[in-house]
């Protein structure tokens, strides 16, 4: 499976961005999608996931400002990110969760990431 993540950049304190995740390759079926990120010398964490058939869940950080839906006939996930801040920089990574017709077994996929960057 391959995971894809798009629409990283630099924007100001205060801007907008768009993230897309798409998922390919040998899928029968998503369990869940999700969004995560790593600042520089930190952990990964979690910012938004979807499992199929619910709804989001986001970090308190992102609560209000970000909101990440799930296309599911086209596998892509988004991440509208406003209002963003300095600490919201970061790699973000796309993170799937998918049975595939190989072995109809749950595995984790994850996208190489996007950078974004929140700097005036």
């Known amino acids: 499976v391959d995971v894809v993540e798009s629409g990283g950049g630099l924007v100001q304190p205060g801007g907008s961005l768009k993230l897309s995740c798409v998922a390919s390759?040998?899928?029968?079926?998503?369990?869940?999608m999700g969004w995560y990120r790593q600042a520089p010398g930190k952990a990964r964490e979690l910012v938004a996931v979807?499992?199929?058939?619910?709804?989001?869940n986001y970090a308190d950080s992102v609560k209000g400002r970000f909101t990440s839906s799930r296309d599911n006939a086209k596998n892509t996930l988004y991440l509208q990110m406003n209002s963003l801040k300095p600490e919201d920089t970061g790699v973000y990574y796309c993170?799937?969760?998918?049975?595939?017709?190989?072995?109809?077994?749950?595995?984790?996929?994850w996208g190489r990431g996007t950078q974004v960057t929140v700097s005036s």
């Open positions: 979807i499992r199929s058939g619910g709804k989001p």
């Open positions: 390759g040998g899928i029968h079926s998503i369990n869940e």
């Open positions: 993170h799937v969760e998918a049975v595939t017709t190989l072995d109809y077994e749950p595995c984790d996929y």
